[in-house]
């Protein structure tokens, strides 16, 4: 059995299912999963529900009904499987699709997993719009979502754009059926749908340009000097997809020079971008990168039924409420944000880290984590804690770090998984994202055995690193 035969065979026991609960993950990737297949499957004609959890624990288990329906897991469950068992669910009553790693259960779960198959730059979304094709090859108009999907999950961070079956089968798909646009050789840089181009510029850092990353006066007067023209007659601020393709030429050409001029690699200043040109010009909907945040937005603000509607299309009043979120999550990060700058974090040999108590939610400090790794020391991961408002007992762990950390051997989501387990909790992710939830008497020892593990990280993948 291979991969396609595994996204074939759940094809065919969803098409066989008299009524179908998908439960899924609320982030970007988890949101897409749940709009590819819930699509897919009332096409067929077949009664769908959808639930949506943070995570799958025991807290959250009695959400998943006990009914006779087919649950389908999305981005989620692989490493879960004993929950399931605990829960009485039978091999037939449950589908597996998802992208992370898998745990060993008592009962053998149908499981469409692109991992064990090598495909490491995968969502979720893409194993999912995998096993939709399978069950209709009509519904190619999905690869879009797909692509959000994937995009949201950093699955294009790494390499600058997407790879393997999502680049070779997904996006070719969604080329084909007209609704995505493929850039090549684009400026990898965040906003270029709706954010003035100096403020693009300005608040990017992969890479980091001196005089430009985290100055916005210096980005605008980089453009200035270059004679680019920035607002329009009315004064309005082109944003980087309107530019003529002369004018993108210089400025990718100007930010070279800048990059070499101070030593800097040039390998990340350009990157494949996915657009979509059946949406609304200076939207976030314009590109696969913003489309995603916004669904992030939605989850994140415990809404990502919100998100899946805009991913069936709803442009009045989900994605009005969409917008709102959207704001008041950026502003909410850009808070974190200098919190965690103003505060400080603490170093040690091989990670920094912050305990932000109760001020922020729970689902976004990993985020500001993210951000913040730009304006602190980015050659060592950030850890960042967090009360849970659910359960005082608990504490909840974001790790962040950047892909030249991960190129040094960095495996956050090893380094969460194997010490939260030795303290009774349980975490997961990816190399470069990863999140935990621990005891919170365990703190301060939690955080100190992540140290160690990344040390032995650092070790293991060159004796230069150290």
């Known amino acids: 059995m291979g991969f396609c035969d595994d996204a074939k065979a759940a094809a065919e026991q969803i098409v066989a299912a008299p009524e179908i609960t998908i439960i899924s993950h609320i982030d970007a990737d988890g949101i897409a999963c749940e709009a590819i297949l819930s699509q897919a499957i009332t096409r067929l004609g077949i009664p769908v529900r959808s639930v949506f959890v943070r995570q799958l624990e025991p807290l959250t288990m009695p959400q998943v009904p006990s009914d006779t329906s087919l649950k389908v897991f999305t981005d989620l469950g692989a490493g879960q499987q004993n929950l399931l068992f605990g829960r009485g669910l039978s ?34 979304a893409g194993v999912s719009y995998l096993v939709a094709k399978q069950m209709d090859c009509s519904n190619t108009d999905l690869a879009k979502l ?79 000097r270059l004679g680019i023209r920035q607002q329009n007659d009315d004064r309005r601020w082109f944003v980087w997809e309107e530019m003529p393709v002369g004018d993108r030429r210089t400025i990718i050409s100007a930010l070279t020079e800048q990059l070499i001029a101070n030593g800097e690699r040039v390998d990340r200043l350009l990157a494949e971008t996915y657009g979509f040109p059946d949406e609304i010009p200076r939207t976030p909907l314009r590109n696969a990168q913003e489309y995603a945040t916004m669904l992030n937005a939605c989850g994140r603000w415990s809404k990502p039924q919100v998100g899946g509607a805009i991913l069936r299309g709803d442009r009045g009043t989900a994605y009005r409420d969409a917008e709102h979120m959207l704001n008041n999550h950026r502003a909410f990060i850009r808070n974190l944000l200098q919190y965690i700058v103003d505060t400080g974090v603490k170093e040690l040999e091989n990670l920094q880290w912050i305990h ?18 730009s304006k602190l020391n980015s050659k060592k991961p950030i850890l960042v804690m967090c009360e849970v408002p659910e359960d005082t007992s608990l504490t909840k762990v974001s790790m962040r ?17 194997d010490a ?8 997961g992710g990816h190399k470069i994202a990863a999140g935990a939830y621990i005891p919170r008497t365990a703190e301060q020892e939690f955080v100190n055995r992540v140290n160690r593990i990344l040390g032995e990280q650092f070790a293991a993948a060159s004796p230069d690193n150290r």
Do not use: W
Not at 401 to 417: C, F, H, N, W, Y
Not at 420 to 427: C, K, P, R, W
């Open 356 to 373: 932000v108590g109760g001020r922020y939610p729970d689902t976004i400090v990993g985020i500001g984590a993210g951000m913040a790794l």
């Open 420 to 427: 939260s387990a030795e303290y009774g909790g349980g975490g």
């Open 146 to 224: 797909a692509i959000v999907g994937n995009v949201g999950d950093m699955m294009a961070r790494e390499n600058c754009g997407l790879t393997g079956p999502v680049r070779e089968v997904i996006v070719e798909d969604g080329i084909r059926h007209g609704n995505v646009e493929v850039r090549k050789r684009d400026l990898n840089c965040y906003g270029t749908a709706t954010r003035p181009i100096h403020l693009s510029l300005a608040y990017n850092d992969d890479p980091f340009i001196q005089g430009i990353s985290n100055n916005p006066e210096g980005a605008r007067q980089f453009l200035k």
């Open 401 to 417: 770090t950047t892909e030249r950390v991960v190129e040094k051997g960095i495996d956050l989501q090893q380094a969460l998984s």
């Open 91 to 124: 091999e037939k009553e449950v589908i597996i699709i998802d992208h992370h790693v898998s745990q060993p259960a008592e009962r053998k779960y149908t499981q469409v997993n692109c991992l064990p198959y090598g495909y490491t730059r995968m969502s979720a």
